[in-house]
């Protein structure tokens, strides 16, 4: 089930974000986190490949941080198993 929130993200204001950031900043500086964060949070609605090709993002890069942030949502959710 996909997360409903009125101040959601989308893929055509992440990609203008992205777009300023490129803009100003210089030739070695990496992306900065909350940039990576909003990218990832795109991906509750379009898939990793339409964020990345949108945001002109590594696909490879763009995908580990996909699955790192889906691997740590998965440990944070506790089963209720009895032992």
Excluded at 10 to 34: G, M, S, Y
Aim: aromatic share 8%; hydrophobic share 35%.
């Amino acid at each position: 089930m996909k997360k409903t929130n009125p101040s959601k993200l989308t893929l055509e204001c992440v990609h203008e974000r992205f777009k300023e950031w490129r803009k100003n900043k210089a030739w070695h500086d990496p992306i900065p986190e909350e940039l990576w964060d909003a990218a990832v949070e795109l991906t509750e609605e379009y898939s990793p490949t339409q964020v990345s090709q949108t945001l002109r993002l590594e696909s490879s890069k763009f995908k580990e941080r996909v699955h790192a942030s889906h691997m740590a949502e998965v440990s944070n959710v506790r089963l209720g198993f009895c032992i």
